[in-house]
């Protein structure tokens, strides 16, 4: 839990009267560590993925990385421009300062998959920071088509022979996460809970996130539900008897 409800300094008896768990207050966790737990429970469980993806909270976190390369998990987490690698050379540098010295030439635009608006075009390079054990550990430089002092960085640690079109895709894939969140706001109704009980929140987050995983299978196994005529309806529908649950 966050420092507003967990660890010493806090109102214990706004916690209890909440009904919150001790066990769940007994410290503060942060994201990286509650990633690191997931991960850890995926793998132990033999959950299929093949990437493990997040924003500059994740990517700036060595812990978490160095576990992630521990187990083999490719990863791909964006990074500030400020944050620091060090060389086969021995030497350091920043993000930044490796951006500064790719040539031109090195940049090849490719799309990071679709948008809203059609494909997401970006022009892109890497940079080797290290090899260990069959994998590599590279900086992959986003810059955008039409600002391009718009520059993002991602640390990506995966096998030797991953192309380039895969770890662009990977980069990619974080937006599925707010995506994600959207859809399950608006399809589950995920923040229109009214409940001021661990239990009943934890209730209504639990089923609006196995109603999203059940949807996403159905529109795996029905296509039409995805473009036909009955997608508008079903999704009201679906959004109506979440809120009936959640109510209820």
Do not use: N
């Not at 966050?2 to 300094?9: Q, T």
């Not at 214990?12 to 919150?20: E, M, T």
């Amino acid at each position: 839990m966050g420092k507003e409800w967990a660890g010493e300094g806090v109102d214990r008896a706004a916690r209890r009267a909440a009904g919150v768990p001790e066990d769940r207050a007994a410290a503060v966790v942060t994201k990286p560590e509650l990633a690191r737990r997931m991960f850890a429970r995926a793998l132990a469980s033999g959950v299929p993925f093949t990437w493990a993806c997040g924003d500059e909270v994740y990517g700036r976190c060595p812990g978490l990385r160095a576990w992630l390369e521990e187990h083999g998990v490719r990863y791909c987490l964006e990074v500030p421009r400020d944050q620091p690698f060090t060389l086969g050379s021995g030497l350091q540098r920043t993000a930044r300062e490796l951006w500064a010295v790719v040539p031109e030439g090195c940049f090849e635009r490719r799309s990071a998959g679709p948008g809203s608006r059609g494909p997401r075009w970006y022009d892109w390079a890497v940079v080797e920071l290290g090899r260990r054990a069959g994998f590599v550990r590279r900086l992959l430089i986003r810059r955008s088509v039409s600002d391009p002092t718009d520059v993002a960085f991602f640390l990506v640690h995966a096998p030797t022979d991953t192309p380039r079109a895969d770890l662009v895709r990977a980069a990619g894939l974080r937006w599925m996460v707010e995506e994600c969140f959207q859809v399950i706001k608006d399809v589950c109704g995920f923040d229109e809970h009214e409940v001021r009980k661990w239990c009943s929140w934890y209730r209504h987050a639990t089923l609006c996130m196995l109603a999203l995983a059940f949807l996403a299978v159905t529109l795996q196994e029905w296509p039409i539900l995805r473009t036909g005529r009955s997608a508008p309806a079903w999704r009201r529908r679906t959004r109506e008897l979440s809120r009936a649950r959640a109510s209820g």
